[in-house]
């Protein structure tokens, strides 16, 4: 039991590149979420599929689309990579309400 | 909106001083609270939760107990080890959010052996 699993782990883009951040769970969870995390900003919500074939707007969406593939994947596209986009992104599941399951974070560093 | 307002860190204590982090939040309806931490490298986790008022959470010798006469939900524990430097999140998810969380800034802990 895996749980919640995220690919990759560290990734370096330059001004303009496109990347997918992808995401997995192995909970049979409904919900699942994209958070960024910046210093002295906590966690912001980008993306959240409430179930498979669901998507809604977060907090901070801007530049980012997302896919639920199926219940347990969850990606997250960046379609022109920004220099405010570095960040660490977290990925994160839950079954109905309260606890989420956060993923170990991917690090992104554009430049 | 919803918000969530905790202590600004970086918090630094003694090997078996007593923490107390400072969580203080507004919502509509009657949220469910949570302290996640999470550790140098590693995503967040799951500390301790309470979903009614005068609820207390508790795990791995933190404390914390709803107060909704306070807004708050202060996080606490008699005697930290080294091994509890992490950073630690205040966060809420209340009745029309749709199970999104809402978000602390973070509190880092450090101690010091």
């Known amino acids: 039991n895996a749980g919640v699993t995220q690919t990759p782990k560290f990734q370096v883009l330059k001004t303009g590149q496109s990347m997918t951040l992808q995401c997995a769970q192995d909970?049979?969870?409904?919900?699942m979420y994209w958070y960024r995390q910046d210093p002295g900003m906590g966690l912001r919500l980008i993306y959240y599929?409430?179930?498979?074939?669901?998507?809604d707007k977060g907090e901070v969406p801007n530049g980012y689309n997302v896919s639920r593939l199926n219940k347990r994947e969850f990606s997250l596209r960046l379609e022109s990579a920004a220099p405010s986009q570095t960040s660490v992104y977290f990925c994160?599941?839950?079954?109905?309400?309260?606890?989420?399951?956060f993923g170990p974070g991917t690090r992104l560093l554009v430049l | 909106g919803d918000s969530v307002t905790q202590m600004e860190g970086p918090v630094t204590l003694s090997e078996e001083a007593f923490l107390t982090i400072n969580c203080t939040y507004t919502?509509?309806?009657?949220?469910?609270l949570f302290w996640y931490v999470q550790y140098p490298g590693e995503g967040l986790q799951l500390l301790l939760k309470?979903?009614?008022?005068?609820d207390k959470g508790s795990n791995k010798g933190f404390e914390a107990t709803y107060r909704k006469e306070t807004t708050s939900f202060h996080l606490e524990k008699g005697s930290v080890q080294v091994s509890d430097s992490a950073v630690y999140f205040c966060?809420?998810?209340?009745?029309?959010?749709?199970?999104?969380?809402?978000f602390g800034k973070g509190t880092l802990l450090t101690v010091n052996p």
């Open positions: 599929s409430a179930s498979e074939g669901t998507t």
């Open positions: 994160a599941s839950s079954a109905a309400v309260e606890t989420q399951y």
């Open positions: 919502a509509t309806g009657y949220p469910s």
């Open positions: 966060a809420l998810i209340s009745g029309g959010s749709n199970y999104k969380l809402t």
């Open positions: 909970m049979n969870h409904n919900s």
């Open positions: 309470a979903t009614k008022a005068d």
